[in-house]
């Protein structure tokens, strides 16, 4: 199976075939074309090879943002400073969302709550020894999904494959360094070290990357090991950044929509596309 990383997919090539002007007076039959363009290249890329396509989405309330609310704060900021309306952008990317939903013949998989990772990690977990996967994601936390077998990841930012020859170690140092970009400082930092225009994190050093690596042994926090130390520190970047840490309840909900029968089928997309004035791209779409 191929899964899709669609939001992130919809957003890089939104920017591939608009300049941030351009962005300002987008249309929603823009937002649909440069979302189905996106969705169609990879599908016809790999599904010879992979099988079907699995659309990941993100809708928003994440579990992540309750537990650490920093979690993703500097992204609606930085949304502020672009000048772009990324609300009204999203409005047509859900709307566009249904429609692929209710037409084409790809699983489309959200929920409030879950993130195309929490998705795509749980998909990986329970049909790795059943199917190849492919994971489509720039997302460097996705290597550490590499440990399981029948698992393999491409970067559209690279355009390349993605291999991680050491999962584990991976997951550690990156709970370790923490995730600037995802507002989680590093395991020496206080919560709001990144959000906190007063604050700075830590210096991680090469020694002190050494020391705090030195605690997590064999999936675990060696709460017990000698100076062992920010121990809320080390849970608050595991429960963020480690794919194993996410709560069974939406494990749970994400398999229940799993079994849920698709909308759409290949009959749909010939009169949608005509409809929606996109004839010329039939051909890569059905």
């Known amino acids: 199976m191929i899964l899709l990383d669609t939001n992130q997919t919809m957003i890089a090539t939104l920017f591939s075939l608009f300049s941030k002007e351009e962005l300002e007076d987008i249309t929603e039959s823009d937002v649909r074309r440069a979302t189905l363009l996106g969705i169609s290249r990879f599908n016809n890329q790999f599904k010879d090879k992979y099988g079907d396509l699995i659309l990941c989405y993100d809708i928003g309330k994440y579990w992540r943002k309750e537990v650490f609310p920093e979690y993703k704060a500097n992204r609606k900021k930085q949304q502020k400073k672009d000048n772009i309306d990324w609300g009204r952008i999203y409005g047509y990317f859900n709307t566009v969302r249904e429609e692929i939903k209710q ?39 996705f290597q550490q999904l590499q440990k399981f077998p029948n698992v393999e990841q491409y970067s559209p930012n690279k355009k390349k494959m993605i291999k991680c020859d050491d999962p584990e170690g991976f997951l550690i140092e990156h709970m370790v360094k923490g995730d600037v970009s995802d507002g989680i400082p590093n395991v020496l930092s206080d919560n709001d070290a990144i959000t906190n225009p007063d604050k700075k994190q830590t210096i991680m050093t090469k020694k002190r990357i050494k020391e705090a690596t030195g605690h997590y042994v064999l ?68």
């Open 103 to 141: 037409i084409f013949p790809w699983k489309s998989m959200f929920m409030l709550g879950v993130e195309a990772d929490d998705i795509i990690s749980v998909l990986v977990e329970n049909f790795y020894d059943k199917d190849d996967i492919l994971i489509v994601s720039s997302d460097k936390d």
């Open 219 to 286: 999936g675990k926090i060696d709460f017990d090991a000698e100076g062992v130390k920010y121990v809320d520190n080390w849970i608050r970047n595991k429960t963020m950044i480690d794919m194993d840490s996410i709560p069974q309840e939406y494990k749970d909900r994400i398999l229940d929509l799993w079994t849920e029968p698709k909308e759409g089928d290949s009959s749909k997309v010939f009169n949608y596309m005509v409809d929606k004035k996109l004839g010329e791209m039939i051909d890569i779409m059905i």
